[in-house]
């Protein structure tokens, strides 16, 4: 009796002791059935933990070296940037991971993940293709686009993060003009989702959406039901800044928590998320591109083309020493 309890009691602590506690802020179930994948290949379990990206931060850092936190995954680089601040990741030591991904795309503390576009959106009902195709991020705040945008609101982190960049690009006082002449252009107070964006230009009621390139993707694929297809159906998608820089690119990335237990098992789950297959899990599920050579990726037919200039000039990290920056700029500016 006293042996098959001590054999329950060795095997009840192994077993609790082989996984790993991943916080999220993502929110798509494909996740879930990605990351059970690798418990299948390694027997490593993962705990998902999710909520908004500063709840989980703000845990965590309350928690130090209390926390049970394994690895801490985000969308937006900005948000990855604000809990390194708070000294919450160690280094990144794989190797592998740093050859697949590109330095524009991870630093010391985190890693891209997943990446996007953030683009625009019209309606070929409304404008010709030829007002359209050479359009630059800094076209937004031209007059002729008067009353025309939609966007969604400046407390929006990717929002943040497309300004941010543009600090970075054209500078202060360039950027405080170029706010000023957007929001003039805007063709409601600012509301909504991304979806909501490119609804309002499916409907004529926008001329120009600001959303980011999944969004689009995933109306098309139908899981948002087909009111949002049919409204996908009726709008074209368009990459910025094809003739100089390239467009705004994002990631939703990861780190391993600092005061981790499970670092290698931490180590080895993100070197799993970064394998051909799972990176073409993340493009045919949630619709993002690949942060790794895409040769060898899967990518399903109605994702967005990747086959355009991506901004990769200035590193994804500048996003996140900019926002506050940014943010600043946006309400003085009139964007709510
Ligand atoms: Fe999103």
Redesign the pocket.
């Known amino acids: 009796m006293f042996k098959v309890f001590l054999f329950l009691f060795i095997f009840v602590n192994s077993a609790t002791a082989n996984e790993i506690n991943l916080f999220t802020s993502r929110h798509y179930e494909s996740d879930a059935r990605l990351f059970k994948k690798f418990t299948d290949q390694t027997g490593i379990k993962i705990n998902i933990i999710s909520g908004k990206s500063k709840i989980l931060e703000k845990r965590i850092f309350e928690e130090g070296n209390n926390s049970k936190a394994d690895i801490l995954f985000l969308?937006d680089a900005g948000a990855l940037y604000s809990a390194q601040n708070k000294n919450l990741f160690s280094k990144i030591k794989s190797e592998f991971i740093k050859k697949k991904v590109p330095i524009s795309l991870r630093n010391d503390f985190w890693v891209g993940i997943t990446k996007r576009s953030r683009i625009l959106y019209y309606n070929p009902n409304f404008l010709s293709k030829k007002e359209i195709e050479d359009i630059s991020y800094e076209d937004l705040s031209d007059k002729k686009w008067l009353n025309s945008i939609a966007v969604r609101q400046s407390n929006n982190i990717?929002n943040q993060s497309l300004v941010a960049s543009m600090l970075e690009h054209n500078g202060v006082n360039n950027t405080k003009k170029w706010l000023e002449g957007l929001v003039n252009n805007f063709a409601r107070s600012p509301q909504g989702n991304?979806r909501a964006q490119i609804l309002m230009v499916a409907s004529g009621e926008a001329k120009l959406a600001i959303a980011?390139s999944?969004?689009y993707a995933l109306m098309l694929s139908g899981k948002k039901g087909i009111e949002q297809k049919k409204a996908a159906e009726k709008v074209i998608p368009i990459f910025p800044n094809q003739l100089n820089r390239g467009a705004h690119i994002n990631i939703s990335g990861a780190g391993i928590i600092k005061f981790s237990k499970n670092k290698k098992k931490a180590e080895k789950f993100l070197e799993f998320l970064l394998t051909n297959d799972s990176q073409s899990e993340f493009c045919s599920n949630s619709f993002e591109y690949p942060v790794i050579d895409d040769k060898g990726v899967d990518k399903p037919e109605y994702n967005l083309s990747s086959n355009f200039k991506e901004d990769t000039s200035i590193d994804v990290s500048i996003y996140g020493k900019r926002q506050a920056e940014a943010f600043k700029l946006m309400k003085k500016a009139g964007w709510n």
């Open positions: 969308a990717y991304d980011n999944y969004y």
